[in-house]
């Protein structure tokens, strides 16, 4: 696989990224999409493990998303800006942090966002609670399924 087809499969992967934070954009369907193109394309045996591992990590996340409660963030009062927030934090805690560095992320993107909304702590921890009450799990659960398969992607195609 040429260089432009992994800038390419890279594009896809980022785009599923961002879609997970953008209600009605199938996020893990383009993540796992870009990562079958990938292994259709590859041809060492390790583009289909990273396939199927994808596969039963995403299936995972579905599984428990189903047991969380509905998302019903509109009505939470999220906002753009906090899902930026909050899909930033949980990037930059899963690069600092390996893996686990995703959740406190999270969390700590939609405290901050808050914090510079309200202006007080004490509102500002009520409103993440609130948020990951009202659907921010879920979120969170996909985010961190498909921040999952985008890192064993890159692990692979630069790790060798």
Same mark, same amino acid.
């Given at each position: 696989?040429?260089?432009?087809?992994?800038?390419?499969?890279?594009?896809?992967?980022? !785009?599923?990224?961002?879609? +997970?934070?953008?209600? @009605?954009?199938?996020?893990?369907?383009? =993540?796992? %999409? &870009? $990562?079958?193109?990938?292994?259709?394309?590859?041809?060492?045996?390790?583009?289909?493990?990273?396939?199927?591992?994808?596969?039963?990590?995403?299936?995972?996340?579905?599984?428990?998303?189903?047991? !969380?409660?509905?998302?019903? +963030?509109?009505?939470? @009062?999220?906002?753009?800006?906090?899902? =930026?927030? %909050? &899909? $930033?934090?949980?990037?930059?805690?899963?690069?600092?942090?390996?893996?686990?560095?995703?959740?406190?992320?999270?969390?700590?993107?939609?405290?901050?966002?808050?914090?510079?909304?309200?202006?007080?702590?004490?509102?500002?921890?009520?409103?993440?609670?609130?948020?990951?009450?009202?659907?921010?799990?879920?979120?969170?659960?996909?985010?961190?399924?498909?921040?999952?398969?985008?890192?064993?992607?890159?692990?692979?195609?630069?790790?060798?």
């Amino acid at each position: 696989m040429g260089a432009w087809e992994l800038l390419l499969v890279g594009v896809v992967l980022l !785009l599923g990224l961002c879609g +997970v934070l953008v209600p @009605g954009v199938p996020g893990s369907w383009l =993540v796992w %999409a &870009g $990562v079958m193109w990938w292994a259709l394309e590859e041809p060492r045996p390790i583009a289909w493990w990273v396939l199927v591992g994808a596969t039963v990590v995403l299936l995972l996340s579905r599984a428990i998303r189903w047991g !969380l409660p509905p998302r019903r +963030v509109r009505e939470s @009062g999220a906002t753009p800006r906090m899902a =930026v927030y %909050a &899909g $930033v934090g949980a990037f930059l805690g899963f690069v600092l942090l390996p893996v686990l560095g995703a959740i406190p992320g999270f969390i700590g993107g939609i405290y901050l966002s808050e914090r510079l909304r309200l202006g007080r702590h004490g509102e500002a921890a009520a409103a993440v609670r609130t948020a990951m009450r009202s659907g921010g799990s879920s979120v969170l659960a996909e985010l961190f399924a498909c921040l999952l398969v985008t890192g064993a992607w890159v692990g692979v195609v630069f790790g060798g």
